[in-house]
């Protein structure tokens, strides 16, 4: 019980450190962080698109962001490591956060659903899944949602720990709009499957 009980510690300080990391760094692009523990260090890898604006004019932004994840969080000799994004395309966080931002500019969600699941497997990826659900027309419309889905995505069993998920909030005029975005990315090998060449369906291809 105490070892079950240390893994769920772990995991909401992860959560915890995610979420603050996540508002402090918005501006830098953040994307994930990877939290790896040693006998010695707390090795804290922060993804980002922009780098230079999580290190700071002398090191000031990543010294201020080490000593409040050791007195504010209780992480033992945090060490933060920075990472450039390579493909934002292909990160769920940067993608959710583009639709949102383009819910919230009153684009059309269908069509920019398409749009951006047609750029996911365009870069690479295996398998996509985006869900829209909330408030997607008109004051007055009743809330509904809209899934996209397109390559291979598991559902169940151990495979589903190979797809990276992220979730985030859109807030258009006419209500909140929750936004699920799934990747398989490429090169992600299945036990159980091959997968080929992805074709995008007509009418995405055609966006």
Known sequence: MVVERKFIDDALIKIKISKYLEKQLSKAGFSRVD??????????????????????????????????????????????NVAEVNNPRLEPRLVAKYIANSLERNAN??????????????????????????????????????KIRLGYMPKAGDSTNLVDEAKVAAYPKYGAIGITVRIVQPGTVFPDRVIKEIALPKNIAAR
Not at 116 to 145: F, H, P, V
Request: hydrophobic share 40%.
């Open 35 to 80: 939290i790896q523990k040693t006998p010695m260090i707390t090795r804290i890898t922060v993804y980002v698109t922009n780098p230079g604006r999580v290190i700071g004019r002398g090191g000031e932004t990543i010294n201020l962001l080490t000593d409040t994840l050791k007195m504010g969080f209780g992480i033992e000799n945090p060490q933060i």
């Open 109 to 146: 969600a269908r069509s920019i659903l398409h749009s951006t699941i047609k750029d996911i497997m365009s870069n690479g990826a295996l398998g996509a899944e985006i869900i829209a659900a909330g408030k997607l027309a008109a004051k007055g419309a009743r809330a509904r949602s809209i």
